[in-house]
């Protein structure tokens, strides 16, 4: 099994449409949870980040950890075509690097 | 502020070639990291450093070498390229490595032919 799941997609949702990412994972060590943001032909960019359990909420972003079942979920509401990018997951246990997820590719239709 | 600048932008090498992917960081940032990404497969960590002369394999250190004589700079270097190289490569560097954010390059785009 590998450290970190993530579904490739692609997805593609309408305009306004809410968007939910997920990753499971299979290192119970891992606490720190982080999530880019990545447009064509870009470097990655931190969108969202989350210590241990918990909800974390900015605008149209929520991003979520269940420790218990090692699965982490991004939101996003109210989905525009700018959201259209690949989005990874990331995770660590500590002072060890990042260990990042596939990326799911995300479309959003006008 | 520039952040991190990768150069060259595109490169393209014959097998057997070698040659040297440059990255600086004008953050003053400890933590800097080389990274591949292959079509829907993710990053993959080559190396990585924790500071000036220290470095450290990743999970596909294999036809790579990495040297940080300076805080700023990290340079990747490819001996004997093979076209399972090709890939696009991203430089990061952080300020930490615990729940700190990880800045990336615009990455390198290499073919291998």
């Known amino acids: 099994q590998k450290e970190v799941e993530q579904d490739p997609g692609p997805l593609s949702v309408p305009e306004g449409a809410i968007v939910s990412l997920n990753c499971t994972y299979s290192n119970s060590a891992f606490q720190y949870f982080m999530w880019y943001r990545q447009y064509s032909r870009k470097g990655p960019e931190l969108l969202m980040y989350?210590?241990?359990?918990g909800n974390k909420e900015d605008g149209r972003f929520t991003a979520q950890v269940d420790k218990s079942s090692k699965y982490i979920s991004l939101f996003i509401r109210d989905s525009q075509p700018s959201d259209s990018a690949t989005y990874l997951c990331a995770m660590s246990s500590g002072n060890t690097p990042l260990v990042f997820g596939k990326g799911t590719r995300l479309s959003v239709i006008a | 502020n520039a952040g991190v600048t990768q150069t060259p932008k595109f490169r393209i090498l014959k097998i057997g070639q070698s040659m040297t992917l440059q990255c600086t960081q004008d953050m003053n940032h400890n933590y800097m990291y080389w990274y591949r990404q292959d079509p829907g497969m993710g990053l993959k960590l080559i190396y990585y450093?924790?500071?000036?002369?220290?470095?450290d394999k990743g999970e596909v250190p294999n036809g790579y070498n990495v040297s940080r004589s300076t805080t700023e700079d990290f340079p990747l270097r490819l001996e004997l390229a093979a076209p399972s190289q090709t890939s696009v490569y991203f430089c990061a560097s952080s300020y930490g490595t615990t729940g700190y954010e990880q800045y990336f390059g615009p990455g390198t785009r290499l073919t291998v032919t």
């Open positions: 989350t210590y241990s359990s």
């Open positions: 450093s924790v500071g000036a002369g220290i470095t």
